[in-house]
């Protein structure tokens, strides 16, 4: 008696029109899926499916060879990371053995299936202490765990090589998974003030926002490191003090240094990502932090 083959629904669908999202229930991947393409610039059904620790431990380099070799995609999008960035200075092997190692273990598999791989990084790859704005060129110097992990990640996809591309982002937010807006909204909201730091400055960006890019540069044939931030910048106080005021809210919004809020974690002063290549390479720019911020807040 012979065994047919379990009939599976994707078997009509061409192998090289899958997409897989790894770290799919993150903030970032849950964007990734809500806003896929259903079809490439061909008209070719794109068929998207995601992944997270549950189904594969990027940590672990055989299973994640094994699970890509098996899902067979034309491309994959990691944004499998560990982002808790205070987390990461008492949990340094956790840190590079996810952020680094694990990029490196996605990238080798991808490579070796012929999947192109957009692989998700950081500004905390800089120091902070470059006057004008950071671009892909600059010579990274992390100044904590969580960017040390990371800069070892992009180098690591790197050397795999094949048909890689980096997007560093900043500063992201969401409707899921924990980040500063959410926070701010939530204090915002029981107390009639609050200190926000004004010596820490960087570019808020929307996950909604950088999901769409990345779904642009994702099936492109463009290579190499990208930034990708709403455009402009401001402090986390001035950040602060625009959300209370979009949502309404009557709270006072004070300012502070970072010497009052000692964290684990040294964070860069001031990086703010040029996203000139970007817009050179795609011929659209992302709108302003303000603009998506006040989306975001509105429902949008």
Not at 5 to 32: C, Q, T
Not at 131 to 149: A, F, H, K, L, Q
Not at 214 to 230: D, E, F, K, Q, T
């Amino acid at each position: 008696m012979h065994h047919a083959r379990p009939h599976r629904s994707d078997d009509s669908i061409e192998a090289n029109s899958r997409v897989l999202i790894l770290g799919a229930s993150g903030m970032l991947g849950r964007e990734l899926l809500r806003l896929a393409p259903t079809e490439d610039e061909l008209g070719r059904p794109i068929n998207v499916g995601g992944a997270d620790i549950q189904e594969v431990d990027i940590t672990d380099a055989e299973a994640v060879h094994r699970y890509v070799a098996h899902i067979a995609p034309r491309v994959v999008i990691n944004c499998a990371a560990y982002t808790d960035v205070d987390g990461c200075e008492s949990n340094r092997e956790k840190a590079f053995a996810v952020n680094g190692a694990g990029a490196g273990h996605v990238a080798a598999a991808a490579r070796a299936c012929g999947a192109r791989l957009l692989h998700i990084s950081t500004d905390f790859v800089f120091d902070g202490e470059k006057e004008e704005p950071y671009v892909e060129e600059d010579i990274p110097r992390p100044i904590n765990v969580y960017g040390e992990s990371k800069l070892e990640g992009e180098r690591r996809v790197q050397d795999v090589g094949g048909d890689w591309i980096i997007v560093r982002t900043a500063w992201l937010y969401g409707r899921h998974g924990k980040n500063f807006v959410d926070t701010i909204l939530r204090l915002a909201r029981t107390r009639t003030e609050i200190s926000v730091v004004t010596d820490i400055i960087g570019c808020p960006t929307s996950a909604a926002d950088l999901a769409a890019v990345i779904w642009h540069l994702a099936l492109s044939p463009l290579r190499g490191i990208y930034h990708a931030v709403n455009q402009g910048s401001c402090s986390r106080f001035e950040q602060a003090r625009e959300i209370v005021r979009l949502a309404g809210l009557a709270c006072e919004v004070r300012a502070t240094t970072s010497d009052a809020f000692p964290l684990p974690a040294r964070r860069p002063a001031c990086v703010i990502l040029s996203t000139e290549k970007l817009q050179a390479a795609t011929g659209q720019a992302m709108r302003s932090w303000r603009a998506a911020l006040a989306a975001y807040l509105g429902g949008g």
